[in-house]
């Protein structure tokens, strides 16, 4: 297994904007699937997922305003996060799943592919009211 770091998670207000990022090391991202996922008290939901021809998909509640990419040369995973509500305040993770079976990536939220990833440490995000 790789190393999945996030960063740009912070404080904002109702409304504003953050860009969270996850360095990968040790992938291929085009053997990958990868994606972001949220703590929940139940576990964590997945948020948005990237195949390895950029086909993205994204988790209902997002309702348009997120935003993933990847940029395969850097290793770099990114999460443009636009109209951010305080219902969007907890833990954000980086996830990475291997595809075994080239014909069938299957990255959409929900998937049997993200049963058991790859997770990242984490980066908080805090919406204020």
């Known amino acids: 297994p790789g190393r999945l770091v996030e960063s740009g998670g912070g404080s904002v207000e109702a409304g504003g904007s953050l860009r969270l990022s996850c360095n990968a090391t040790?992938?291929?991202?085009?053997?990958?699937?990868l994606g972001w996922f949220r703590q929940t008290p139940a576990g964590r939901m997945g948020v948005a997922a990237i195949?390895?021809?950029?086909?993205?998909n994204y988790a209902d509640f997002v309702k348009g305003r997120f935003t993933i990419s990847k940029d395969d040369a850097q290793n770099t995973l990114f999460l443009q996060m636009n109209g951010l509500k305080p219902e969007d305040t907890t833990m954000y993770y980086c996830a990475a799943a291997y595809i075994y079976h080239p014909g069938s990536p299957a990255c959409r939220l929900p998937s049997p592919v993200w049963s058991g990833p790859d997770w990242g440490q984490g980066t908080q995000v805090t919406v204020a009211s």
């Open positions: 195949d390895p021809d950029h086909t993205t």
């Open positions: 040790g992938y291929t991202f085009r053997t990958y699937c």
